[in-house]
């Protein structure tokens, strides 16, 4: 190691703790940001007159741009650094707000959708290849803390909504300028950490990418099967992110903003669900937590739809705890079976998780216009069936085994 690395090794040591947590601050703002526009239905829903298809297709605008976008970013900057990548997505989520602060068509806020979405495909894979640079090992605690920070934004989304929004309307979405900012500051630092990470290691040896060991029919089996497990996953949440409040108003006759709190409950539960996921699955192995989280949320999906207002408040609490550990598991065990496409694997199970949340959203959209949203969460609650193929993932033995 030269003297320039040997000074600057220890200082990076020092502060990744405090990238991790940069990086899953500004994954509170980006998906508070995100959460906006889907907090704001109620109230379009009445002002243009959508009906629930169309909604889905604003969330089916916002999510498939960023799934489609996402690997591709990560492929790019596998290959090719972009340390302030992050900051500029920060750009994108600021012209989104405005638009949907100024939005007056259903065309426009579908646009507005799209823009936020370009945002949240660069932040995505670049945020969480920062948070593994900074991990020191422990991957599962720093994906964890990464997306919880997302998670609790998500969560504050349904508070901002019922205190904020709904009551001063669309045009208040213009405040939260002040959120991207703020968040364009942050990434701005985490981009001068990530461009001095580069610059120390640029002078040392590059280390082999560990060997794959799988097949690509294996590999194959195993992507098909994670790409089942989040559909069961961000399906479920899709439907409750997006139609909950709709559920609770024609089922229990509760306002708009009564709605928005019962939401902030189930979100809260993921984000704690999401940050207690990581540890367990560095101490108990990724494939424990897949199972227990998706196949363990079974039973309470089932009862949800048919308990009364205070059992459907404490079961999507437990829904949202049990079904949320499995995410950072999850992308931590997909960077494993591709080893050296951290960015693009990053990018992919984000991409994936966001394009089936929407096509979700967009679908059951539709069908609440024809059987009703309490039908809707019915059938729902049978996606965590989908658990079960966790059987077909390679064990820790097969995946680690000497090439």
Not at 240 to 269: C, D, N, R, V
Not at 271 to 289: C, E, N, Q, S
Request: aromatic share 12%; glycine share 10%; with cysteine.
């Amino acid at each position: 190691m030269d003297a320039v690395s040997a000074k600057a090794a220890p200082a990076v040591q020092r502060t990744s703790l405090a990238i991790i947590l940069a990086v899953s601050a500004s994954h509170l703002l980006n998906d508070l940001m995100q959460f906006l526009l889907p907090a704001l239905y109620p109230l379009l829903k009445d002002a243009y007159g959508l009906d629930y298809m169309q909604i889905g297709l604003i969330t089916l605008a916002q999510q498939m741009t960023a799934s489609i976008l996402q690997p591709l970013v990560g492929y790019y900057t596998d290959k090719h650094p972009m340390p302030y990548a992050l900051a500029a997505s920060m750009l994108f989520a600021l012209a989104g707000i405005m638009l949907i602060a100024t939005a007056n068509s259903f065309g426009l806020l579908v646009l507005a959708a799209m823009i936020g979405g370009v945002g949240s495909a660069i932040f995505h894979p670049e945020a969480s290849r920062v948070a593994r640079l900074a991990s020191g090992g422990k991957l599962g605690f720093a994906q964890s803390l990464f997306q919880v920070g997302g998670n609790l934004g998500t969560s504050i989304g349904p508070l901002a909504a019922a205190y904020f929004l709904l009551p001063r309307g669309q045009a208040s979405t213009a405040w939260f300028a002040i959120v991207a900012v703020t968040a364009l500051v942050i990434l701005t630092a985490v981009g001068r950490w990530y461009a001095a990470h580069q610059r120390a290691h640029s002078g040392k040896a590059v280390l082999k990418a560990a060997q794959q060991i799988l097949s690509r029919r294996r590999l194959t089996v195993a992507f098909l099967v994670i790409g089942a497990l989040l559909l069961s996953k961000y399906v479920y949440i899709s439907s409750i992110t997006s139609y909950y409040s709709f559920f609770l108003i024609e089922k229990f006759g509760l306002t708009a903003q009564e709605a928005q709190l019962y939401l902030f409950l189930f979100l809260g539960a993921i984000a704690a669900g999401t940050f207690i996921g990581g540890p367990v699955g560095d101490r108990f192995g990724r494939l424990t937590v897949i199972w227990c989280s998706i196949v363990g949320a079974l039973p309470f999906t089932l009862l949800l739809p048919h308990m009364n207002l205070f059992g459907t408040a404490a079961v999507s609490v437990l829904v949202g705890l049990i079904l949320s550990s499995a995410f950072s598991a999850i992308v931590v065990y997909a960077q494993e079976l591709v080893p050296g496409k951290v960015g693009m694997v990053a990018g992919f199970v984000f991409g994936f998780a966001f394009g089936v949340g929407a096509i979700g959203a967009a679908v059951l959209g539709a069908l609440a216009d024809r059987i009703g949203i309490v039908a809707v969460f019915g059938l729902c609650g049978f996606l965590p069936f989908l658990g079960f193929l966790t059987i077909f993932l390679p064990r820790h033995a097969e995946l680690h085994r000497a090439g």
